[in-house]
């Protein structure tokens, strides 16, 4: 048997995240930056990273890097008796860093372990079970948008209306996703991403407002709504270049998760760099909290990127043509 190689993209939400969790609907777009899976036939399972190798004995999560291949394996029903292959994971996406790098490796992993059984199904339901796995195996709380941007990659304007149960009705329709970057080409995006460097763990940031929703907290039903409108709002401002009223949107969204605690210090001093130093929009791009990136639009991006050099740990650009889920 060959080497069975999938790779999947980070992501950065434009508009309307967290609203994904709450049936929203959400602007997002690929990074250029991806996680990485090779599947390689061998007599025992072995994982692999970049810096180390190991020859697991159990599918039990450890805290280690490796959890997402357990995940996946225990999800899929293997064992680590009848798994003969060496998993070999690696990322160019910081850990951590809100642009959906631990979704986009577990996607990867996935896949290499479907088509490894020859049962990949459609980029829908792919997305699907990818999420139910880093939900229910990896206890995490996360809503719908990392796991559609891996596999679909480029821009997107995705509804997730009826999914605010995350998974509990079995009947729980599919998400809408709909491809913009047909319509952008030749369209330069003004976008770019900033990284504080800091780790952080967004289902600790998602798990406390979710718990705030679920209890019917007024501000938290109301503002994921209103972000979820924004997006919607934001789609025209995209299409036709309005970058006064797509950046106007993009403030209003980081107001709101603001406002609910989802932001935190390290990001709203980039955000308020930013602001300072020419652009015209600022906001999360992931998960807030300790650490995170914000994506900022501004025309004046000399300025701006120079200013957000000084105090942010990586400037990177965004991606909408990069391909999502992909056999390499």
């Known amino acids: 048997m060959e080497a069975i190689r999938y790779s999947a993209p980070g992501r950065a939400g434009i508009i309307g995240n967290p609203s994904d ?9 690929a990074v250029p930056l991806r996680a990485r899976c090779t599947l390689e036939p061998a007599d025992h399972l072995t994982f692999q990273s970049p810096t180390r190798t190991l020859r697991p004995d159990t599918l039990v999560p450890q805290g280690d890097e490796f959890d997402l291949c357990r995940a996946a394996l225990a999800a899929l029903g293997y064992s680590v008796e009848h798994a003969p292959f060496t998993l070999r994971i690696e990322s160019d996406i910081p850990i951590q860093s809100g642009l959906a790098g631990s979704s986009a490796l577990l996607t990867a992993i996935v896949a290499c372990l479907l088509h490894y059984r020859g049962s990949l199904p459609n980029p829908y339901h792919l997305a699907e079970q990818v999420r139910q796995i880093e939900a229910h195996q990896m206890q995490v709380s996360c809503g719908y948008q990392d796991f559609y941007m891996a596999v679909f990659g480029g821009i997107n304007a995705m509804e ?8 509990r009705d ?11 970057g047909g319509y952008l080409r030749g369209m330069s995006l003004p976008l770019w991403l900033a990284t504080t460097g800091g780790q952080r763990f967004s289902g600790a940031v998602h798990r406390s407002l979710r718990a705030r929703w679920e209890e019917g907290e007024p501000t938290v039903r109301e503002g994921m709504a209103r972000i979820g409108r924004l997006a919607r709002e934001a789609k025209s401002a ?4 309005d970058w006064q009223r797509l950046a106007s949107l ?16 390290a990001l709203d001093a980039l955000v308020q760099v930013a602001m300072e130093n020419g652009a015209l929009g600022a906001k ?15 025309l004046q991006p000399e300025r701006t990127l120079n200013a957000l050099r000084e105090v942010a740990d990586q400037i990177i650009p965004v991606a909408p043509s990069a391909p999502g889920l992909i056999a390499c």
């Open 21 to 29: 969790m709450y049936g929203g609907s959400v602007i997002s777009c």
């Open 160 to 167: 997730f209306r009826d999914k605010e149960g995350l998974g």
């Open 170 to 180: 079995p009947n729980e329709p599919l998400a809408t996703v709909e491809p913009l």
């Open 238 to 241: 995209l299409l036709e270049g």
């Open 250 to 265: 993009m403030n209003q969204n980081y107001a709101l998760i603001r406002e609910l605690g989802g932001s935190g210090e």
């Open 284 to 298: 999360l791009a992931g998960a807030g909290g300790t650490g995170g990136t914000i994506i900022v639009l501004t």
